[in-house]
């Protein structure tokens, strides 16, 4: 799976190099996330902008990671979800639990800067 993670100002940013999001990269991606909550991470961003198509396997894995990320007192975020994704996202009511965010600043933003809680 194409993906890399950063460590900025506190914030786990994990960037999605794939352009569709589906059950076959999953297990890599969920493990990737599941390595920086176990390490410590507590604030979770997930960048989308690659990604162009999930499918109802991808909602259920962020949903995994949202119950995850919170249950260790974090938060996750996404940021540059494109309008097909984000229709997925909406329909399900999966963005009821997990903010969207149209860019990685504002989503770094929203954490509340470096030393904030969640």
């Not at 799976?1 to 990269?25: A, F, K, Q």
């Not at 991808?58 to 119950?67: A, F, K, N, V, W």
């Not at 007192?73 to 969207?100: D, K």
């Amino acid at each position: 799976m194409n993906l890399t993670t950063e460590d900025r100002e506190g914030i786990s940013i994990v960037r999605v190099g794939e352009t569709r999001m589906m059950y076959p990269v999953l297990a890599d991606f969920s493990a990737a996330v599941t390595t920086l909550v176990d390490d410590g991470a507590r604030k979770v961003l997930i960048d989308f902008s690659t990604v162009d198509y999930i499918d109802s396997a991808t909602i259920g894995c962020l949903m995994d990671l949202y119950r995850q990320i919170t249950a260790a007192g974090g938060a996750l975020r996404l940021c540059g979800v494109q309008r097909r994704v984000e229709t997925m996202l909406t329909m399900t009511g999966a963005q009821n639990f997990i903010p969207l965010h149209t860019d990685e600043a504002s989503a770094v933003k929203s954490f509340g800067g470096p030393h904030a809680q969640n």
